[in-house]
């Protein structure tokens, strides 16, 4: 097993990816604190970690906000005793804001769980990893966090892309700057995946055609696809990466 005895905090782990993450981590020997904002969600996960044989604890929480985060992080020590490996798995798109929202409050909607979520997590989980000799962190950025979108569907100033492009600078940053404490920080660039982030999209068979003519593959990926990759980052298998951005989109920018 690649995670055996490690403690995984997996953010946004109530669906999609983060679920996905979560249940394969469990299969590999991690035990895992599941936190998502809906914890009916959180929950399902962990049972269906749990009745496999697994460990896992649920840990409701908002990352948007410093409280927030740093009760999560602190939850999940008080659980387990540790943090060896964070998943920051919480994301959110622009069309998910409130209804009504406006440009501002759109864009700090946005930024709030996708950047700041990301880098108050990452921040509370590495002082824990440093007490105990290190550790990994796997972001999740995007396909629009290294190129730009298809002026067909985008105005430019869409906050998602610029959340995403940021999170690939500050894994970059902090890989470089954690090294010699022992943790890596790396980050996962997916292309379309079938998620719930990404099924306000794909249920229309047009916008689905669309999308897919735009990936070499032909087809989205599944979330158990990306979370083979982060397997890959949060273990040993990885153990000279850091810093780096790696694509888990059917081609996509490789065009």
Known sequence: MKLQDKVALI???????????????????AVIAVSDVNEATAAETAERIT?????????PGDVSNTEGARTIVAATIE??????????????????????????EAWDFVMGINLRGTVMMSRFA?????????????????????????????DGYDPYTHSKGA???????????????GIRTNCLCPGFVHTNL???????????????????MGRFGQP????????????????????????????????
């Open 126 to 154: 590495t002082d824990e990893m440093k007490k105990t000799g290190g550790g990994a962190v796997v972001n999740l950025s995007s396909i629009y966090g290294l190129v730009g979108r298809p002026s067909k569907i985008t």
């Open 51 to 59: 009745s496999a044989g697994g460990t896992a604890t649920v840990i």
């Open 79 to 104: 659980a387990f005793g540790r943090v060896d490996i964070l998943i920051n798995s919480a994301g959110v798109a622009t069309r998910h804001a409130p209804e009504g929202a406006t440009f501002d």
């Open 198 to 216: 990404t099924k306000g999209i794909s249920e229309s068979p047009e916008t689905l055609a669309y999308l897919e003519s735009l990936t070499p």
């Open 11 to 29: 953010t946004g782990g109530g669906s999609g990816i983060g679920r996905a993450s979560a249940i394969l981590f469990a299969q590999e020997g």
């Open 167 to 181: 999170i690939v600078q500050l894994t970059r940053e902090a890989g470089a700057k954690l090294a010699p404490d």
């Open 224 to 255: 158990e696809e990306i979370a083979k990759a982060a397997l890959f980052l949060a273990s040993d298998d990885a153990s000279y990466v850091t810093g780096a951005a790696l694509s888990v989109d059917g081609g996509y920018v490789a065009q």
